[in-house]
């Protein structure tokens, strides 16, 4: 079971609803009691991800931690959208996520069941086709062109001010360099992908990378 640090489930429910309430004090009916009925389920999903990051320790969710409170707050109102809970309250998980973690990861959007962010500030999700073993860092962006989304596949990495958008396929174990755009194109998988002359992307051979930042 997740140990949840400097908390309770009971204080962790208080503190997420406490948030919503000062954030949006328009209307507080049942918020702390439908919040309640989807917590474990969030928790389950939150704790099967912090297992697989190599460098948190596996069963503990610090709510201080803003990269596990981000993840949370998404499993939270995504796992209420799921069970087609209370679409206020999962616009309102939404908009507290973005609010005090500078990410844009709607609720709606299907995330994998496992991924790593090491800085959330600045990062934009559409919604796409997302591998496990993500890793997202500040300012990355997954956007749709004409209404196209991307397919990224498993062990992805998106470096800072990295962007994938459109038709492209980022094929498994690609890391995005820093600075990048792979815009409507397609990666070979297993590669460095940097940006080269005139808008072309260059490709180099990598190893897995993403078995630095997860168990698996």
Not at 6 to 27: K, N
Not at 143 to 172: D, T
Request: include cysteine; charged fraction near 20%.
């Amino acid at each position: 079971m997740l140990k949840l640090l400097h908390s309770s489930r009971e204080e962790l429910l208080r503190y997420t609803t406490t948030q919503l309430h000062t954030f949006f004090p328009d209307r507080q009916d049942n918020t702390k009691q439908i919040i309640d009925s989807y917590l474990d389920n969030a928790l389950t999903r939150l704790e099967n991800c912090i297992n697989a990051v190599r460098m948190w320790r596996p069963g503990e969710f610090d709510y201080l931690h803003s990269s596990q409170y981000a993840i949370f707050l998404y499993f939270l109102a995504n796992t209420l959208w799921r069970q087609e809970g209370d679409q206020r309250i999962c616009t309102k998980l939404f908009f507290l996520n973005k609010s005090l973690n500078g990410i844009d990861c709607f609720y709606e959007i299907e995330m994998p069941d496992i991924f790593f962010i090491g800085h959330s500030v600045g990062i934009v999700l559409a919604k796409a086709t997302y591998g496990n073993y993500l890793v997202l860092y500040q300012n990355s962006t997954v956007g749709k062109n004409h209404g196209i989304s991307p397919i990224i596949g498993e062990g992805v990495i998106m470096y800072p001010n990295s962007a994938i958008i459109g038709s492209s396929h980022v094929r498994n174990r690609s890391v995005i360099s820093q600075g990048v755009s792979v815009i409507n194109r397609e990666t070979p998988g297993d590669c460095l992908v940097f940006q080269g002359n005139g808008g072309d992307l260059v490709f180099r051979q990598r190893l897995d990378s993403a078995d630095e930042y997860f168990r698996r």
